[in-house]
C-alpha cells in the first residue's frame, strides 16, 4: 500500500491491495451508491460484503485508487484481466470473439468506479477513465463492462461511458451482448390448445429444447457497476 501523498490534486496509483480500513469505507460507499439496483434490476448488481473485501485483496484485481492532499483515497475503481475473478461472464466468449487479445493478456473487465461523497465535483470518475483508456492504448487492449437496463435507459450511463472513453482515444464501442428476463403470469387453465395452434416448426424446436436450467444456480452472479 502506498503511503501519503503530497500535492492537492488527487494522484492516481494502481494498487494490487487495500488496507482493511480503508476497503470497509468503501463497501458502505459501494453499498450507497448501488444499493438501490436490488429493487431497480432483476439480476444480482452487488457484490456481498465477503466478496468485496476478498476482491480488495486480491492481486489479480488491480485497484485504481485517487489519494487526496492528506494521504486519503477518495475513489476507487477496480479492472481485471482476469477473467475468472468475474463469475458472472464466460471467459470462453472473449476468448473465442477476441482470440488475439487473448493470446496477449490484453482481454479486460471494468467492475466499478467509486467516488467519494464531497469530491464529485473533481471528476475524479472522467480521471478513472481516462486511465484506464490510456492503458488500453498503451496495450493495445479492449476492456468490457455490464450496464444494467435501470442505469442504461433511466441514468444513461452507457452513453456516458462511450462518450468518456471517446474523448480520450479513437475506440469503438459494441454491445456485445443482452440478457431478457421474462414473466409470466397465469390467470386460468387453458389446455394445450393454444400450443397445437403454433406452426410445426415451432412445436418442434420447443420439444427438442432441453430443459430450462434454473435461475438458482445464478444466485452467486454479482455485478459491481
Not at 113 to 125: C, D, K, M, P, Q
Not at 133 to 147: H, K
Request: hydrophobic fraction near 35%; include cysteine; charge should be negative.
Amino acid at each position: 500500500m502506498n503511503s501519503a501523498r503530497n500535492g492537492q490534486a488527487p494522484t492516481i496509483t494502481i494498487e494490487s491491495e487495500v488496507d482493511d480500513e480503508t476497503a470497509r469505507r468503501f463497501y458502505g460507499l459501494y453499498v450507497e451508491t448501488f444499493g438501490e439496483l436490488a429493487r431497480r434490476a432483476v439480476a444480482r448488481q452487488l457484490l456481498h460484503e465477503d466478496e468485496f473485501m476478498a476482491e480488495m485483496t486480491d492481486p489479480r484485481v488491480d485497484k485504481y485508487l485517487a489519494w487526496d492532499e492528506h494521504g486519503q483515497v477518495v475513489a476507487m475503481c477496480t479492472l481485471t484481466n482476469h477473467l475468472e475473478t468475474v463469475p458472472w461472464i464466460s471467459p470462453d466468449y472473449f476468448s473465442h470473439h477476441y482470440p488475439e487479445h487473448t493470446a496477449r493478456n490484453a482481454v479486460y473487465y471494468l467492475g466499478f468506479i467509486l467516488v467519494a461523497g464531497g469530491r464529485r465535483r473533481e471528476h475524479l470518475f472522467t480521471e478513472m477513465i481516462s486511465q484506464v483508456v490510456e492503458m488500453m492504448v498503451e496495450e493495445r487492449a479492449m476492456c468490457a463492462w455490464d450496464v444494467c437496463r435501470y442505469n442504461n435507459e433511466e441514468l444513461g450511463l452507457s452513453a456516458a461511458l462511450e462518450a468518456l472513453v471517446q474523448e480520450v482515444a479513437e475506440a469503438t464501442v459494441v454491445t456485445m451482448d443482452t440478457q431478457s428476463y421474462y414473466s409470466a403470469t397465469a390467470v386460468e387453465r387453458t389446455g394445450m390448445s393454444r400450443l397445437r395452434a403454433l406452426p410445426p416448426a415451432q412445436r418442434s424446436t420447443l420439444d427438442k429444447r432441453p430443459e430450462t436450467r434454473s435461475r438458482h444456480d445464478r444466485s452467486h452472479d454479482p455485478r459491481g457497476r
